[in-house]
Structures are given as structure tokens and as C-alpha cells.
């Protein structure tokens, strides 16, 4: 298991831009796909995006497609989602997490709060 801390989420206008972060520990970081959900109050925490072990590949749910950018610097441990183009339907707290191969996410950050407001 790999332990995640995401940061970087705040309070935000419409229209306005964050960067959230997730620093993963441990040596293996690459051979790990790293994600994105996020889970807004009363709703069910939803897949954001998605992006592989060498950051070659990459897969988004529609609502976030053209504004969100997941990334990876496998040197410093840390997955990154830039979310630009922000709405108020995107405020939720949002999780990083890992898995190895096609199983599933069993690695899980502590979440942190983005916040739209119109």
C-alpha cells in the first residue's frame, strides 16, 4: 500500500483555476495507476480521471473533459489535477488514490475541500 496526501484545494470563483496535488510515499510510485474522484455532499464520491503508471495515458469522465488535466512527475512522487474553467457543480472534496494493474483503487488520500462559488 502506498500512503497519498492531497493539497491544494480552496475557495474559488466560476471561471477560476486550482491545482490540487497528491504526494504518494514509498519507491514504486510509477508502477502505480493514480486517480482522481470526488464526492460532493449527498452524492456518491465519482471517478474524475485517471492516469497511468508512466503518465503516457490518461482517461476523464465527460463533465471534467477540456477542463481538468491529471499529470505525474514520478520523480517527486506526486499526481496532479489541474482544474481549470471551475463551476459550482465541481465543488466537492476530492480524493487521490492508487491501485496496481486492473484491480481496484485500495489506496486512498484523506481528501481535500474545493469550493466553487457563483
Known amino acids: 500500500q502506498v500512503q497519498l496526501e492531497e493539497s491544494g484545494g480552496g475557495l474559488v470563483q466560476a471561471g477560476g483555476s486550482l491545482r490540487l496535488s497528491c504526494a504518494a510515499s514509498?519507491?514504486?510510485?510509477?508502477?502505480?495507476?493514480m486517480g482522481w474522484f470526488r464526492q460532493a455532499p449527498g452524492k456518491e464520491r465519482e471517478f474524475v480521471a485517471t492516469i497511468s503508471g508512466s503518465g503516457s495515458s490518461t482517461y476523464y469522465t465527460d463533465s471534467v473533459k477540456g477542463r481538468f488535466t491529471i499529470s505525474r512527475d514520478n520523480a517527486k512522487n506526486t499526481v496532479y489535477l489541474q482544474m481549470n474553467s471551475l463551476k459550482p457543480e465541481d465543488s466537492a472534496v476530492y480524493y487521490c488514490?492508487?491501485?496496481?494493474?486492473?484491480?481496484?483503487?485500495?489506496?486512498w488520500g484523506q481528501g481535500t475541500q474545493v469550493t466553487v462559488s457563483s
Open positions: 488514490a492508487a491501485k496496481k494493474g486492473l484491480g481496484d483503487f485500495g489506496s
Open positions: 514509498g519507491r514504486t510510485f510509477s508502477s502505480y495507476v
